[in-house]
């Protein structure tokens, strides 16, 4: 059996399983009641903003999704439908070795852990990727890992000792994750169409949406070649690569300060996505562009010290060099405890009493007996007092959360089916 490997980076999310290699940012798009995630998603963040958030993984908890999107009650509703999006189109794996960011909290962590429970796979490992990354280099003086997310980006220091590359700490770095880096560009590349043509792309949703999706291959030229040509909606503008240094000056400011005053030797990698950013090099002496499949690299080799079946997950956040011979892999002070979440509820609008269909309202729909179902943050909830109702057969509570598909009845009445119906 093939052990998958996701390593998990908002602003990219990457499976490997067997032959396939799926690549997902974490972009949520509600399209008729239904999700779509990564680059469909991506695609159209300009073009319908109140239809996507970005910032479900950044932002992994059980309180009540602001503003709503959809059916989902929460960010963990977005995360394990999308788990579930890449578990199906990566052909089913049975089991999934997780890599994840340092700023994962620990209640974030364990409530990851929960979602994967209610997923068809098995969470069979959980390895900081930073860690990851860096046992692949040797040396003795300090290692820095910079990440780019989606909303900051994140310098993890690391040291090697006795053989093992171990965390230091993790630095988040606010206000300056490719989302935010992406606005500095496209408005730098936006005054410059105004200037060369007096066309701003910004203008309309569409075009903006253009100039957005030219950006990657805008600056992979930029990496080769001092200038380049952009093109929107039959609109040309020369760019400069001066032109966009001041883009990452705050990344290039904080990510100095996280890592203090240089020593010699230091060393910086970074995720593909800061290598595109123009000036980073420059910037931080030392630094080391990955490569895409450096975290499959990474796990592949350590597969035999992650992979833990037959215990409780630990963290692990120490690694062997692979320079040097293979030796237990630390972990975190604790094992993690699996948050328990529960799956999200199908979708009601109506209640179907005997042959009538009433439609739910907001405010409370009466069920008899001083029982009401009432839309709530989380969605359609039972209140009343007492114990006169049950739900699927069984005894019900007040404030228990119902869906589609979920039967009621209060005390002897008939029994009434939650329903979904649609135009």
Known sequence: MTIALLDINDSNLQLWHGGAHLQSPGYALLVDKQYRFGNPARAAARLQPRDINTRYWWQLSTEALQPALGPARHTGDLVHAQLQELHREGGQPQEVLLAVPGTMERGQLALLLGIVQQCPFAAVGLVNRSVALGSVYGGTDRLFHLEIQLHQAVISELARRDGQVELQRTVPLPGTGMLQLQERLVEIIATAFIRQTRFDPRRKASTEQQLYDTLPD???????????????????????????????????????????????????????????????????????????????????????????????????????????????????????????????????????????????????????????????????????????????????????????????????????????VTP
């Open 218 to 420: 805008a600056l992979r030229a930029l990496g080769r070649d001092s200038e380049t040509n952009i093109e929107v909606n039959g609109y040309r503008a020369r760019i400069n690569r001066g032109e966009l240094l001041g883009a990452g000056q705050r990344l290039f400011e904080s990510a100095r300060d996280a890592m203090g005053v240089a020593r010699p030797g230091d060393r910086v990698i970074a995720d593909p996505v800061a290598g595109l950013l123009p000036g980073l090099a420059e910037q931080l002496p030392g630094l080391e562009v990955l490569a895409a499949d450096s975290v499959r690299i990474a796990l592949e080799q350590h597969i035999d010290l992650l992979v833990q079946r037959e215990q409780a997950l630990s963290f692990v956040t120490a690694l062997p060099s692979l320079a040097t011979a293979p030796v237990q892999a630390e972990t975190g002070p604790a094992t993690i405890t699996p948050v328990p979440v529960s799956p999200p509820k199908p979708a009601a609008t109506h209640l179907l009493d005997g042959h009538r269909a009433r439609p739910l309202v907001a405010g409370g729909t009466s069920l008899g007996d001083g029982w009401t179902l009432q839309r709530g943050a989380a969605g359609w909830q039972l209140q009343g007092t007492g114990t006169g109702v049950l739900v699927n057969g069984a005894p019900g509570r007040s404030e228990q959360l119902v869906g589609g598909g979920d039967t009621i009845r209060v005390g002897t009445g008939a029994e009434m089916r939650l329903i979904e």
